[in-house]
């Protein structure tokens, strides 16, 4: 059988296809290579990421922190003033009213002895005598309420107020019908009437006691 010999033209076929598939495998490996290494480039990309990341959360960042000033704001509330009693006045807030109108005739001397003619001894004077005349008007020295109207052995008809911290006693009064144990009564107000001693003198015998002590009435009368 004779054999077929080939032709340049066949030979030419058969070189263009060796070519032609050596191209397309050329082709395909170089895509591939260029899809491996755009995945490489990726993963590269990512474990950077990654790797920034990490450092971002692992390593701490300096924070300035502001603090706020916060203005304290007080709320205050005007507290009332309590009303004082007009029938309780505190000594220290009052000048007295003049009891009756009149001298001082015998002063007051507190814990010294001063020699009275009256009783011919020496005694301390807890209060004051105010040289008036009979029947002259004795008034309330501060609003108060009246304590208690008595008849003493020295001082003859008392009455006495009291006035919250402190007190006023009246002596060598006239008449016990003006007022009654438990009325109130106000500065001025006409309690009694100047009367006359077993020596036929007529004056006011007038005390004060704060807080259950005497004291000199005399500067806080109101002149």
């Keep these: 059988m ?3 010999k080939f032709s340049k033209a066949n030979l030419l076929y058969v070189f263009s296809m060796l070519l032609g598939l050596t191209i397309l495998i050329v082709g395909f490996s170089v895509a591939n290579g260029a899809k491996r290494g755009l995945e490489n480039q990726k993963e590269a990309q990512q474990e950077l990421a990654d790797q920034i990341q990490t450092e971002t959360v692992l390593k701490p960042t300096e924070k ?3 603090e706020d000033v ?4 007080v709320i205050t509330t005007a507290e009332e003033t309590p009303k004082e009693d007009e029938f309780a006045p505190k000594l220290e807030n009052y000048v007295i ?3 009756t109108v009149g001298e001082i005739s015998v002063p007051y001397t507190g814990k010294s002895l001063l020699y009275s003619e009256y ?7 807890k209060g004051i005598e105010i040289s008036a005349a009979e029947l002259s008007q004795v008034k309330a020295a501060a609003n108060g309420k009246v304590k208690e109207i008595y008849n003493n052995n020295e001082l003859g008809l008392v009455i006495v107020l009291q006035h ?6 009246y002596g060598n009064l006239s008449t016990d019908k003006l007022v009654s144990v438990g009325d109130e009564v106000y500065a001025g107000d006409i309690i009694s009437g100047v009367g006359k001693s077993k020596g036929g003198k007529t004056f006011l015998h007038f005390e004060m006691e704060y807080k259950g002590v005497a004291i000199d009435p005399e500067p806080l009368i109101k002149r």
């Design 70 to 73: 916060v203005e304290e704001v």
């Design 97 to 99: 009213t003049p009891p």
């Design 164 to 169: 919250g911290d402190f007190k006023t006693v």
């Design 119 to 125: 009783f011919d001894d020496w005694r301390i004077k």
């Design 2 to 4: 004779e054999k077929k």
């Design 64 to 66: 300035v922190v502001k």
